[in-house]
């Protein structure tokens, strides 16, 4: 599993309230990345990471922010959470050096339902 | 720009029979592709890698870049293959991937 959690693995909030996600790696991977899943659309890119404090947003970002003050974890803050932010959260990692490089290595995913 | 097709929802085969799962991409360079399995309540894994061109678990996928598909095959079905199964592109090294929508594959026994 490339060392890699995430927490809350699930959670249920109201509308409009802030919710953070995190994900921890434990072997000081460069890049990293937030990936939504949701029935019908597959894994869509949220916000990605290449270094501490190097971030990008992705597909769908808006209503998203990220932050990575150390190698090992990158958080993904709903600021003011809306149903449609209802989705499974799946942080993922890039190793290269082991196996095939470059490959993608996916945390468990958070579930979080927004009522 | 990078787009994956998956163009089935949901495929259900029996037990033995051949299998495929079609993967079409768009992109004008020559993109990384693979297949990504998640099986139920497990994380997303690795089934192969397009440049690696070897044969994980009885699946193999060919990229063919004149009909721009990398096609998701396995000769004979097993029950263990149910799975939901994305195809993804990149276009090199560490830039995010894109996903396909993804195909549940159903095995009958």
Redesign the interface.
């Given at each position: 599993?490339a060392g890699i959690t995430q927490s809350p693995r699930h959670k249920v909030t109201e509308t409009g309230t802030p919710v953070t996600l995190r994900c921890h790696q434990t072997e000081n991977h460069?890049?990293m990345?937030w990936?939504r899943q949701d029935p019908?659309?597959?894994?869509?890119?949220i916000h990605?990471s290449?270094g501490v404090k190097d971030t990008d947003k992705?597909e769908v970002s808006d209503g998203y922010s990220v932050s990575r003050s150390k190698t090992e974890d990158f958080l993904l803050t709903l600021e003011s959470a809306t149903s449609s932010q209802t989705s499974v959260y799946?942080c993922?990692i890039?190793v290269?050096g082991r196996g095939?490089a470059?490959?993608?290595f996916?945390?468990?995913?958070s579930r979080l339902t927004v009522l | 720009a990078q787009r994956v097709t998956?163009p089935e929802?949901l495929l259900s085969v029996f037990k033995g029979a051949p299998v495929e799962l079609k993967c079409n991409y768009s992109y004008s360079g020559s993109p990384?592709l693979f297949w990504?399995v998640q099986y139920s309540r497990q994380?997303?894994?690795?089934l192969l890698?397009h440049i690696?061109r070897e044969s994980i678990k009885g699946f193999t996928a060919d990229l063919n870049k004149g009909e721009t598909s990398f096609h998701l095959k396995k000769p004979f079905a097993q029950e263990e293959d149910s799975a939901m199964y994305?195809c993804a592109l990149r276009n090199s090294?560490?830039t995010?991937?894109?996903?396909?929508?993804?195909t549940r594959l159903s095995v009958i026994a």
């Open positions: 599993d460069r890049y990345y990936y019908g659309h597959g894994l869509r890119l990605y290449y992705g799946f993922a890039s290269t095939i470059g490959e993608l996916f945390g468990e995913g | 998956q929802k990384e990504y994380r997303l894994q690795l890698r690696s994305y090294g560490n995010p991937l894109v996903f396909g929508k993804g």
